[in-house]
């Protein structure tokens, strides 16, 4: 379908939807003696799930890529697999990086789904035993090949919240 094949403005019907929708875009605070990118509320969802999707561009196209995440000192810890080098296109840029709660059941205890969105820059980090132990255990393989992990840190700048409520 090509633009021109868009049908008119309001000719589209829209289904109503039940539940609510909240949308928080906000600067991360940055007080005095508190760690940076730190934001409790964003953070505090984070912890809630193991993986999301860390997004940004490779030789000027848009990509997603899963990632494994751990929350340190109010930064992002990302392990993601190198063999493909999107660890390499991240460093020094500025990423998204996005969890949820969206494969879990909303009428489950609270009904609420959830998603959290960090902005900031990346860069390549080389982690100590002890903070590669927090991700746990690491795939076998990606695509066949054997998993070699690559590890970068995110400081968050912005963060924004989105919440369904049923």
Not at 15 to 26: K, N
Request: hydrophobic letters at 35%; charged letters at 25%.
């Amino acid at each position: 379908m090509s633009f021109d094949e868009l049908p008119a403005p309001g000719a589209l019907r829209h289904r109503a939807l039940t539940g609510t929708i909240e949308r928080t875009e906000r600067p991360v605070k940055r007080a005095a003696g508190t760690g940076p990118g730190e934001h409790t509320d964003a953070i505090e969802l984070l912890r809630r799930v193991p993986y999301g999707r860390l997004a940004t561009s490779m030789r000027a196209l848009p990509f997603l890529a899963v990632a494994r995440h751990v929350v340190s000192d109010g930064r992002i810890l990302l392990r993601m697999h190198r063999g493909f080098g999107h660890h390499e296109a991240c460093d020094g840029s500025v990423v998204a990086y996005g969890a949820d709660n969206y494969s879990g059941d909303p009428s489950g205890e609270g009904g609420d789904l959830w998603s959290v969105q960090f902005t900031g820059p990346a860069e390549i980090v080389r982690l100590g035993p002890e903070q590669e132990e927090l991700f746990g255990a690491m795939p076998a393989s990606v695509n066949g090949e054997p998993y070699a992990p690559a590890f970068l840190r995110v400081d968050p700048h912005f963060v924004t919240e989105h919440r369904l409520t049923f």
